[in-house]
């Protein structure tokens, strides 16, 4: 069983998926139920895997035992583990929330929120490229039914966008695909690595291309600066529990970039090595430039906790542009935090959003708010955590992140970074006065608060407290798992014993 | 061969692109649709093309690399899926918004009444 753990991650919501796809109708609890217990139990496993990282060794699962390079194989290291570790956390919150009525608005929620966790899973996973591709479609189609799930104008036009978007992006990523194995012959990761060190120089040009479309694939799904602009629109328009898992899916454009940059393109590939970096810290910088405006610009509060989440993919992105082990692990921590509370953040907009009656989540004068004291600690907790402030965990995110700077960043990074993080904090605090404060004379709605609903928002910003009370294991185990991600030898060595790992 | 092969893809490329930058939802759709069959023919061809080999391996030597066909009969069946959920959005689109503008919003229609 044990040698197994590694596959169930994908195989579990795979499993329950199915279970909950055989009848569309039948009843909502039994659903809920096993999609909250699959998650639940989602989430033992991923502790589980933790654990079996932690140690540092890099093991893998080979599908039908066909031993890499040939077969297929699930490559578990500390990244893979963090970032399932992640997504299990987040997916029990949102499962939770959406257990209080919003899986009701149309049908098949819980199916397609299993299968959106194995293709999620999945693509962390993966140690094979062509197979990211296929995990990137489950996720993706999982993902284009769930944005329109409950239906409506807005989600509909968001969703034209963003299925047209993500085909032409799967269309690239094929095509780099098919170049990356022309040159190098195979199409496991850790096996390319090897190969890309050995290429004789006139193939040189073709991997290069290759790797370069990747970067436009992998900057499509996180939404880097040219590419984001289907991202506000679509979180903000899909439904509150959707649009806080999406929270994870530019974090797998994220993840993705630093695999496949650090491995393939690792320092063992002589000239192709860090291929990526003259494009990622000004298409960082200028990602959290263009989305700090956005977030002053937002005039409702969903489209701006859409901007927020990429204030943070531009964070992120300039930790990939440092290029250091320490700015990976602080960009780690960094991605443990923002992923938490702006998947929190949205599921607290439809909080605020269904006490306001018609105003909604728009940052106009409303009804009073019937929970008014209880949301308003909630959102300056959120605020506060999401803005980076003392003393909650985005602090010391970007605190580490700015610490890990070369003298030659710094002038650009802190400038930056600081004034996003001002931005966010201006119009978090004009958001928050106008929807606590500025009000009708009015009765105060009527709806209650689901407690399933205040269970999923403070579960998932309940952990930028802990992050904090946590800081130090979690940043040792973030640091680690850079150290180990800037040595692709490691993963050779543990996937290829012959292959001369020793490079 | 090659260059002919290479043709094809190229013409089928820049027809898809194309398409999928126009207005409407319908020439997206089949933007993207020629655009996936430009794929699937690269990704064919990225093991090299050869002539006469066996489609597996009988020992005599020359055979033809069996990983693109598998790659691209993958691809073939996520494509499809992709573009049946594509035609359905749109038509959803066409119903819910009255018209089928990718937008939504019928921005150039007075200009072809004015024509």
Redesign the interface.
């Given at each position: 069983m044990l040698q197994h753990l590694i596959v169930l991650p994908v195989v579990l919501p795979l499993v329950s998926g199915i279970l909950l796809l055989i009848s569309r109708h039948g009843s909502t609890s039994l659903k809920r139920v096993l999609g909250i217990g699959s998650t639940a139990l989602l989430l033992a496993v991923a502790i589980a895997l933790v654990g079996k990282a932690t140690g540092g060794e890099v093991s893998y699962y080979a599908l039908g035992d066909w031993q890499p390079p040939f077969g297929i194989v699930m490559v578990l290291d500390r990244l893979s583990a963090l970032m399932i570790l992640l997504t299990a956390v987040l997916a029990l919150g949102c499962v939770v929330f959406a257990s209080a009525g919003d899986d009701e608005q149309g049908s098949n929620f819980h199916g397609l929120f299993q299968l959106q966790l194995m293709g999620i899973n999945g693509a962390f996973l993966t140690g094979d490229l062509f197979n990211l591709f296929v995990f990137f479609e489950v996720l993706l189609l999982a993902s284009y039914a769930l944005l329109m799930h409950g239906g409506g104008k807005g989600r509909i036009q968001a969703g034209l966008h963003y299925v047209v978007l993500n085909l032409a992006g799967s269309a690239l990523f094929l095509i780099a695909v098919g170049v990356l194995y022309g040159a190098t012959g195979t199409l496991n990761m850790t096996h390319m690595a090897v190969r890309v060190a050995e290429l004789e120089g006139e193939r040189a040009g073709l991997v290069s291309a290759g790797a370069l479309l990747l970067l436009v694939v992998f900057g499509l799904k996180a939404a880097i600066l040219p590419l984001y602009f289907w991202l506000p629109k679509a979180y903000s328009s899909a439904p509150a529990p959707v649009a806080a898992l999406f929270a994870i899916m530019t974090k797998v454009g994220i993840y993705t970039i630093l695999r496949v940059y650090s491995l393939i393109f690792g320092d063992q590939a002589g000239p192709l090595a860090a291929i990526e970096q003259p494009w990622v810290w000004w298409l960082a910088l200028g990602t959290l430039a263009a989305s700090a405006v956005g977030v002053l610009a937002a005039r409702d509060l969903r489209l701006l906790v859409a901007y927020l989440v990429l204030v943070s993919v531009g964070t992120l992105l300039a930790g990939i542009g440092m290029h250091t082990p320490e700015a990976i692990g602080a960009l780690l921590f960094y991605l443990i935090h923002t992923t938490l509370v702006t998947g929190g953040l949205f599921l607290l907009a439809e909080l605020i959003g269904l006490q306001r009656g018609k105003a909604g989540t728009r940052l106009v004068k409303g009804r009073p708010l019937r929970n008014g004291g209880l949301l308003g600690v909630l959102f300056l907790m959120g605020g506060a955590a999401v803005a980076g402030l003392p003393p909650l965990s985005g602090a010391i995110g970007k605190a580490l992140l700015m610490v890990a700077a070369t003298p030659a960043q710094q002038p650009w990074l802190w400038p930056l970074l600081l004034i996003a993080g001002l931005c966010s904090l201006v119009a978090l605090s004009r958001a928050g006065s106008t929807l606590f404060w500025r009000s009708h004379d009015g009765e105060p709605s009527d709806r209650p608060l689901g407690r399933r609903q205040l269970f999923g928002v403070i579960w998932l910003l309940g952990a930028s407290p802990l992050l904090v009370l946590l800081a130090g294991p979690v940043s040792d185990y973030t640091q680690a798992t850079a150290e180990q991600l800037s040595s692709p030898a490691v993963q050779i060595r543990a996937l290829l014993p012959d292959a001369g790992g020793d490079t | 061969m090659e260059s002919l092969y290479a043709i094809t893809t190229g013409i089928l490329t820049a027809c898809g692109l194309f398409l999928?930058l126009r207005g409407r939802?319908f020439p997206?759709v089949v933007g993207?649709t020629l655009?996936?069959y430009?794929?699937n023919l690269?990704?064919f061809?990225?093991?090299?093309l050869t002539t006469n080999g066996a489609a597996i391996l009988d020992g005599s030597g020359n055979y033809a690399d069996p990983?693109?066909q598998a790659?691209v009969l993958?691809?073939i069946v996520?494509?499809f899926?992709?573009t049946a959920?594509?035609v359905i959005?749109?038509m959803?689109?066409r119903g819910?918004?009255g018209n089928d503008h990718?937008?939504?919003r019928q921005v150039d229609e007075p200009r072809e009444e004015r024509r």
């Open positions: - | 999928t939802s997206v993207l655009l996936s430009a794929v690269f990704l061809s990225m093991g090299g990983l693109p790659l993958t691809a996520i494509g899926a992709m959920f594509a959005l749109a959803r689109a819910d918004m990718v937008d939504g």
